[in-house]
């Protein structure tokens, strides 16, 4: 089954509960009104509900150096599980010294034979027991005070990277056949800052139970401060956090009609 199959099968799985998708909606912002949380959209709509899951996960930070996104998916990628077959029995360079970017070097010497990790700093900013493993690795090379200047090619396909010592500011240009950078993740929280709190990072912040600090209102998955930022882990956070909400909306329920059989007996 390929991915675009098990899309499509998650997809009319949810039709037949009765879900109702819209496509092509971009949130502008998530509140509060009347008693109820409301979803507003560019288009002008507004959908109103008593429980609301962002799911909204993050992005990969780019360098933002020329030449960057001109080859993005053409020799600069930011998935080593996805892209780095395609590189088998060839040299490939790793952009960042923290945890993701020594784990996912560590993974693509499964298929390339040289991997260059090209660090800002003086050190790895990695666990010990990762650093420790990528330091021990023959396929391994670690380049320290190293910043990249820019990324060159032709034919819309990665050729050169130029690389810059922080120390010297000598600049030199390497030709890996591919780059992968992992210098971090931006979550895609932006418009739910005024309603939920976030992390120094600008990670949804949330309870065991997904909750955020506004009650009904939940998150889930990449855009959670302390997810894993893995595939699986953000399908199973959005599981448990369904089961929560569905906990919450019996709450809700149950607080409704005790409100209105109060105000049938305040009447009566």
């Known amino acids: 089954v390929t991915g675009a199959e098990f899309a499509n099968r998650i ?10 998708l819209l496509s092509a ?3 502008k912002r998530v509140g509060n009104d009347e008693e109820a949380h409301f979803v507003a959209t560019d288009s002008g709509h ?16 780019l360098l933002g150096v020329p030449g960057e996104e001109d080859f993005v998916g053409a ?10 077959p395609f590189y088998k029995g060839r040299e490939v360079a790793v952009i960042g010294g923290g945890n993701s970017a020594v784990e996912e070097a560590a993974f693509l010497t499964r298929f390339s034979p040289r991997v260059k990790i090209l660090v800002r700093g003086s050190e790895l900013s990695a666990s010990k027991v990762a650093a420790d493993k990528a330091k021990d690795s023959p396929a391994i090379e670690v380049s320290y005070n190293t910043e990249v ?4 090619g032709k ?13 010297t500011g000598e600049t030199e240009e ?13 979550p895609n929280s932006e418009p739910f800052k005024d309603i939920v709190k976030v992390d120094a990072q600008g990670f949804i912040m949330t309870g065991i139970d997904f909750q955020t600090s506004t009650e009904g209102i ?12 893995q595939l699986v882990s953000a399908a199973g956070e959005g599981a448990a956090a369904a089961l929560a909400i569905r906990e919450h909306l019996r709450g809700h329920d149950a607080r409704t009609l005790e409100a209105a059989l109060v105000g049938s007996t305040a009447k009566g």
């Open 25 to 27: 909606q971009n949130v």
């Open 11 to 20: 997809i009319e799985q949810a039709k037949r509960f009765g879900v109702e």
């Open 174 to 186: 390497i030709q890996p056949a591919g780059v992968f950078v992992f210098v971090g993740l931006s």
């Open 218 to 229: 939940f998150a889930a998955g990449d855009v959670r401060a302390g997810s894993t930022k």
């Open 155 to 167: 034919n819309n396909r990665l050729e050169t990277v130029v690389v810059k010592n922080r120390k």
């Open 46 to 61: 507004i959908y109103r509900s008593n429980a609301v899951l962002i799911a909204t996960g993050s992005t990969y930070k």
């Open 75 to 84: 020799g600069v990628h930011f998935c080593a599980t996805c892209d780095g």
């Open 149 to 152: 200047a820019e990324f060159k």
